[in-house]
């Protein structure tokens, strides 16, 4: 049975975004310190959320959201990535959908700012779980869908788990020249361990087609992750992993039972069954009241979006 959801939509809408040209971790921190004070009264004043969408049956669709911030530690850190996983058991169909760092949203005692803001701002007030759970609500609000589970990591946490289950395997589908380190990752078949995981999902400034192209990138390499938890000999160790997993690397409100049940599901696990939607939307610039200068935004598509809401409750 899944639980209610931690996070049901509230009053706000909102987005994901990048903190912008020129504009540092360290100084939305500065901005954070000022903004937390009303931040946190409008979140107490927040009706506490709705269980819609409670489930009674293990083939009911729930959703999970996937956190990865910006951080190799407990240091305050925004949103990296964001994915909201639709899950649909009695089809084992799942629905990827990339929230764009740059998504303009409204959060609750700010304004209008970037998603990805939200999680700096809720750990400010809250630690790690207040970052989560103001992620959550950020999304929740922009698609007006329940949040029934999270996992959260940063970049060590990613990197040690990739390294843990032997690497991934995929086909880069264009050469990629990674800014960091100034090196090139061709097009084609490669094996990845965790740095060059994330160096895969990370980079964006040498993709055509920048964020966008990051996002399909992303949704690749976690399929390719979920093949290799699911490959015959990866099982018996399962168990043991998943719980190191929780206790080491990421967060999350998964229990260790609903995560052998999800591997159970998708025993057998077919990468066609994933379909993967980037978020409708357009680009402007706006003045940001968190760090008080103008950034470009990726302005969500509301009425396109809750077209996309109705399809996944329809799933």
Known sequence: MLPAAIIAPGTGTGTDTDIGSGTTADSVTLSVTSSVKSFATAIEAKAPPSETEKADSKQQAFNILLI?????????ARSDVILLVRVVPATKKAILISVPRDTQVHIAGVGAT??????????????????????????????????HYYAKTNFSGFEQFIDEIGGVSLDVPHDMLISDNRTLLAAGPHHLDGARSLDFVR?????????????????????????????????PSLPSLLARAKNDWVETNFTESDLLSLAWLFKGFDPKLVSHIQ??????????PLVGKMLWYWIPDLKQISEITQRLIKS
């Open 279 to 288: 978020l409708p939307g357009h680009s402007a610039m706006g003045q940001d």
């Open 68 to 76: 990865g911030v910006d951080s190799k530690g407990a240091e305050q």
């Open 203 to 235: 980079e964006r400034y040498s993709l055509e087609n920048g964020d966008w192209g990051r996002q399909t990138d992303q949704s690749l390499l976690l399929k390719a992750v979920v093949q290799k938890l699911l490959e015959p000999e990866q099982l």
């Open 114 to 147: 970037k998603i990805n803001h939200a999680h700096i701002l809720g750990q400010a007030r809250g630690g790690s779980q207040g970052g989560v759970e103001a992620v959550i609500q950020a999304v929740s609000d922009l698609f007006q869908l329940p949040i």
